[in-house]
């Protein structure tokens, strides 16, 4: 069967899909392990009215021609063997099943799929030395998935647990008690899962000489460790304590109340011990009897663990007769994936009401809740309202458009659940939703384009109406445009420069308006400044002062730019950047005798102004300028800067005049 039928209609009247009955899961997938060279199947079974077509995901897209899978035809899916190591995925991947019908879609919860590996050691045992009669405790470590199986050999042979002294803890840790001769020898961690088997280094099990001392201190070797498990699994707490006379190992647990408080513990009961019961530290409690052993000489282990036994647990060893202890203690979280309390009713509802779906999940840690409607995600709008941690899901007002199903999916790093409920839209069809994805963007100073999302389904509606007014403004008529079906935006247009609009739109079908849409804000652009008259006088040969009015109202002006060049170049210097309060500028160090364009305009926010410009010349013009009162004055007028001609004039005549007084003087001299 071809990938291809994986988004095909399956009819499944023949499995169990009761005509009129909920779409609803009878069997979903579950997480699993791929090993190498080996099919995998992951079922999905739904119920429901036909016809059904059921469709798969992996991390969230539809699965690829090339992902060698086959839809089988019950819905489940089968995924190929792998040939090689190599051509296994690198990572974990996630499934979904999807079924629907003409009610709407479903999603299941999620499945991982996960390569089976097994890792290299990540800690070899090491060699001990124990005196006669002693502990001995050694320790691997190797990660796979699945968890490898844990097994020993001795001197090369398979170490057989039936002796009461040898205690397999899991984890990789091996107990030897009351060492003697015939323990001594090489000891190797075998690790074994369906990926792979290793074999670790070997270690060296001596005894040292001497005899042990007549008296010594209790002492824990090695405490117990922090464990996270999942419910039904099995917890074994390490406590391997030496001391002379042997040390009585007791446990308790600390604290009134476990780690996740949403789940009561039950009342504790007294924990049996093969030894005579030690006493209990008088902050601790005693643990409950169910499900709990002793292995070996003090590990404590919990089979078919719950959420009541997460807690710290103390380890204490005590020497006999006597108050003196040592204490060791570790924290066990019990996590449980999440299980409904209450699940979501399907309604049905006729235009106009509200609906409400109610789901309540719990687990550890606490579960967290997403709403689907037909396989996506639902996020909090104008009609859609999550309250209380998102367990109640209310539609302010409903439309026909909001018939589906619609899904709650509850989360945490235990696992996931779902359930389902379908909304149901009877009676008259009433007004057509709000338009959602109102959008506006600026043309121009005086142009505004306003576009929407094209709706779901626009057969009932006739058109639209678009209310644009200046924010601030009191409430009134505004600006009303009309827009026909199928056109899904329009410009405004001879609008104020550099003004905030309100626009609101709503559409229309036979049986009345919608509800306006969520209100958006919009502003045209704002207008540029006009051009600046402004004039030049030149005071020397290599000086010029420009002067310009400043505008009545500096608010529309930012500040004044300010160009030059020297004719016949092609390209102004500059700008010079001047503030808003500056109305003239002096330019010195010019070129003697040497044609100028100056260029000069404001600009604002809205960017530059136009520009208006002044030629000046500085032909025939002196160095310096004279002091008031010296020489001829002309041209000191108050009536403004002379043109450069006119002043070569002056200075022309000026020095005809001094010629001539000269030729006179010679003349009488004679």
Not at 48 to 57: C, T
Not at 228 to 254: D, Y
């Amino acid at each position: 069967m071809g990938l291809g039928l994986l988004l095909l209609p399956l009819l499944l009247q023949g499995w169990g899909c009761a005509a009129g009955s909920e779409l609803a899961f009878v069997r979903e997938p579950g997480d699993v392990v791929a090993a190498r060279e080996r099919p995998l199947v992951l079922p999905c079974q739904v119920e429901g009215e036909p016809p059904v077509s059921i469709s798969w995901q992996r991390d969230g897209l539809a699965l690829a021609n090339d992902s060698g899978a086959t839809l089988m035809p019950d819905g489940s899916l089968h995924l190929a063997a792998m040939a090689t190591r190599h051509s296994l995925p690198s990572r974990a991947h996630e499934y979904h099943c999807v079924a629907q019908n003409r009610y709407g879609r479903l999603v299941s919860r999620r499945a991982r799929v996960q390569l089976a590996s097994l890792s290299r050691f990540h800690q070899h045992p090491e060699s001990v030395e124990v005196q006669r009669g002693g502990v001995a405790r050694f320790q691997c470590l190797i990660r796979g998935v699945p968890e490898p199986s844990i097994s020993w050999e001795h001197n090369g042979t398979a170490l057989s647990t039936a002796d009461h002294r040898v205690t397999l803890l899991p984890g990789g840790i091996l107990h030897i008690t009351s060492v003697s001769q015939a323990d001594v020898g090489t000891y190797r961690c075998v690790a074994r899962n369906v990926a792979n088997t290793r074999h670790s280094q070997d270690a060296q099990l001596t005894l040292s000489g001497g005899s042990p001392r007549l008296l010594q201190e209790p002492e824990i070797l090695s405490g117990p460790q922090n464990l996270t498990l999942t419910v039904h699994q099995t917890a074994v707490l390490e406590c391997i304590a030496t001391g002379h006379p042997r040390p009585l190992v007791s446990w308790s647990r600390l604290g009134a109340q476990p780690l996740h408080p949403a789940w009561p513990p039950r009342a504790p009961g007294p924990l049996p011990f093969a030894s005579p019961t030690p006493r209990l530290p008088a902050d601790g409690r005693s643990i409950g009897v169910e499900g709990i052993q002793v292995l070996g000489t003090g590990n404590l282990m919990i089979s078919d663990v719950s959420v009541q036994h997460s807690g710290v647990y103390v380890c204490a060893a005590n020497r006999p007769g006597t108050r003196v202890r040592r204490t060791a203690q570790g924290v066990l979280l019990v996590q449980a994936p999440p299980e409904f309390i209450q699940w979501p009713q399907s309604l049905s509802k006729p235009p106009g009401s509200r609906a409400i779906f109610t789901c309540v999940a719990q687990g550890a840690p606490e579960p967290r809740l997403v709403w689907l409607k037909n396989g996506k995600v639902l996020s909090p709008g104008d009609n859609i309202q999550l309250t209380h941690n998102n367990s109640t899901l209310m539609l302010a007002r409903v439309s026909a458009e909001d018939e589906a199903i619609y899904q709650c999916v509850a989360e945490n790093s235990a696992g996931s659940n779902q359930a389902s409920a379908r909304l149901a839209v009877t009676g008259d069809p009433g007004p057509p939703p709000a338009p959602r994805g109102l959008r506006a963007m600026a043309l121009s100073t005086s142009a505004i384009r306003v576009s929407w999302e094209p709706p779901p389904s626009d057969r009932d509606i006739i058109g639209y109406a678009l209310h644009l007014q200046p924010v601030g403004e009191p409430a009134g008529p505004g600006l009303q445009e009309a827009v026909g079906k199928g056109i899904f935006e329009h410009v405004f247009s001879s609008l104020e420069p550099a003004t905030a609009y309100s626009i609101r739109l709503w559409a229309y079908s036979a049986q009345g308006a919608s509800r306006d849409s969520a209100s958006i804000h919009a502003s045209t652009m704002g207008s540029t400044p006009a051009a600046l008259g402004f004039s030049t006088r030149v005071l020397n040969a290599t000086s010029v002062q420009a002067s310009w009015e400043l505008p009545p109202q500096l608010g529309p002006v930012q500040g004044f730019k300010l160009f030059h060049r020297k004719l016949p170049a092609a390209h102004f210097e500059g700008p010079l950047l001047l503030d808003s309060s500056v109305s003239s500028f002096l330019y010195t160090d010019l070129e003697p005798a040497a044609l100028y364009e100056l260029r000069l305009q404001a600009f604002n926010g809205n960017g530059d102004g136009d520009s208006s410009a002044r030629f000046v010349s500085l032909r025939d013009m002196p160095l310096a300028t004279p002091e008031p009162g010296a020489g001829c004055s002309c041209g000191q007028g108050a009536g403004g800067p002379l043109p450069g001609a006119v002043v070569g004039v002056h200075v022309g005549l000026a020095a005809l005049v001094v010629c001539l007084l000269c030729l006179l003087l010679r003349w009488r001299h004679r």
